[in-house]
């Protein structure tokens, strides 16, 4: 078992970050040592006591978690499902449920097949809901009872069918984030001359434009060589997909 010992936090910091949680979020903030061992395992041989717990309720929620961590320097660690192998979900942060109340589906596009949906989405719930329109959702992994959407997108999840159909990474159209100063921002496919005005920006999100795209430059002959070639390659860092301008 995760012991108090093992946590960075010193309990009146704990204490301190607790009530600053509870002052802004409306969602629940569970910093009770019950809570905290729950949420210490995942579907991993890891075990790591959590800070803390918060579950938001909304995006403002989201933010007021990265505020108080960036003001007492407390790591953030999003949470889904749980069920990574590698101890994605387990570290000494306030770790940040998405599944208990941000699972919606907020738009299906039946035309266009596809669907906006929040980050803490079971996949077999979403399709289930798709079912009627005729769509389905492609990335299936085991889990699927259990795993969500965003998850996915933080495993690049792939699942049985995802060599004829494609992994995570080749299902997702558009992301909004959060990142971790606060800056809300969406990803999507990129003009030429929309890229550019992202990478010559200011502020943490053009950092990540200019820092992706200098590091897959630097290192091409490398990624080019040394890179596998293999269809359901989800370790390691996608840099390959940003040696063109394509991909942004
Ligand atoms: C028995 C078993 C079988 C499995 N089979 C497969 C398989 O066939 N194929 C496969 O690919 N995987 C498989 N997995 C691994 C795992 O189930 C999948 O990767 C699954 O998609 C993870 O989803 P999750 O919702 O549980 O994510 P979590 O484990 O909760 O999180 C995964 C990652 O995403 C991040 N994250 C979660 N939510 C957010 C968010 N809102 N914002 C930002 N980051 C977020 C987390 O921090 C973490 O890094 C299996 C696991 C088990 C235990």
């Not at 010992?5 to 569970?30: H, M, P, Q």
């Not at 039946?110 to 949906?117: C, G, I, N, T």
């Not at 820092?211 to 630097?218: N, T």
Request: proline share 5%; charged share 25%; aromatic share 6%.
């Amino acid at each position: 078992m995760a012991t108090t010992a093992a946590t960075r936090v010193r309990a009146s910091e704990r204490d301190d970050i607790e009530n600053a949680l509870k002052r802004r979020v409306s969602g629940e903030v569970r910093f009770d040592p019950f809570s905290r061992v729950l949420y210490s395992t995942d579907a991993s041989i890891y075990q790591m006591e959590p800070v803390g717990v918060v579950i938001p309720r909304n995006v403002e929620d989201v933010l007021a978690v990265i505020e108080v961590a960036n003001e007492t320097g407390v790591p953030v660690l999003p949470r889904a499902g749980g069920t990574s192998l590698a101890g994605q979900t387990v570290n000494h942060a306030i770790v940040t449920d998405f599944s208990k109340y941000l699972n919606q589906i907020i738009e299906v596009n039946k035309e266009e097949q596809w669907a906006r949906v929040q980050p803490g989405i079971v996949l077999d719930d979403l399709n289930r809901q798709l079912l009627p329109y005729g769509l389905m959702y492609a990335p299936d992994p085991t889990t699927s009872s259990r795993a969500c959407v965003g998850g996915g997108v933080g495993n690049n999840t792939c699942g049985a069918h995802s060599v004829i159909y494609g992994k995570t990474l080749d299902h997702i159209k558009e992301l909004d984030v959060v990142l971790s100063d606060g800056t809300q921002t969406h990803f999507q496919p990129l003009e030429a001359r929309e890229l550019e005005a992202k990478l010559s920006g200011a502020g943490l999100e053009s950092d990540i434009y200019r820092g992706v795209r200098r590091l897959a430059q630097e290192n091409a002959a490398e990624i080019e060589a040394r890179y596998p070639n293999i269809m359901r390659r989800v370790s390691g860092y996608k840099l390959d997909e940003f040696l063109t301008d394509s991909p942004f």
